[in-house]
């Protein structure tokens, strides 16, 4: 049985810091370890990318592609993963489904922007749902299989005829 007073940590768990500029005696004084002279002896000298003047490697590659900073971001649910939820019980195809009954049946973790629903594999069950956009295939798997589908999502406006 060990005492409280005996705990240590194990052989080498805990090296100790190294402490530079504490005299030549200490093996890392006078220069601390950094050689002598020059930008890259000071303190805060941060050269990553510099390449002497020359443009650098970061700056000669072309610039490519743009990242949407109003991009909707949605949760996708596929017509085989609920019916999944429907066979396992965790979904009632009689009640409607929304983003919040999802959530709670594990089919998605968070709602994001909106849920979308996509026309992967067959939809059996007979389903009231509400979504904010599905994809074409999903319209009419829904309708095929006798349900209705709610879409919250803000129709585009049709682009003026030029």
């Known amino acids: 049985m060990t005492k409280l007073n005996e705990i240590r940590d194990n052989a080498g768990a805990h090296k100790k810091r190294m402490r530079v500029g504490r005299g030549e005696g200490s093996g890392k004084g006078k220069t601390g370890g950094r050689g002598v002279k020059g930008q890259k002896s000071r303190s805060g000298v941060s050269l990553i990318g510099f390449e002497g003047g020359q443009m650098p490697l970061y700056m000669r590659m072309p610039k490519r ?20 939820a429907i066979a396992a019980g965790k979904l009632d195809a009689k009640k ?3 983003a919040k009954v999802l959530i709670a049946a594990g089919v998605i973790r968070r ?21 904010y956009s599905a ?3 999903a319209k009419a798997a829904v309708e095929k299989a006798g349900g209705k589908l709610t879409i919250t999502a803000k129709p585009k406006p049709e682009a003026p005829a030029a």
């Open 96 to 98: 409607p489904i929304d």
């Open 135 to 137: 994809s074409e295939s």
């Open 111 to 131: 709602a994001k922007d909106g849920v979308r629903l996509l026309g992967k594999g067959e939809l059996k069950s007979k389903l009231d749902i509400t979504v």
């Open 65 to 84: 592609g743009f990242n949407n900073p109003f991009a909707k971001q949605f949760a996708e649910v596929n017509m085989w993963r609920l019916e999944q």
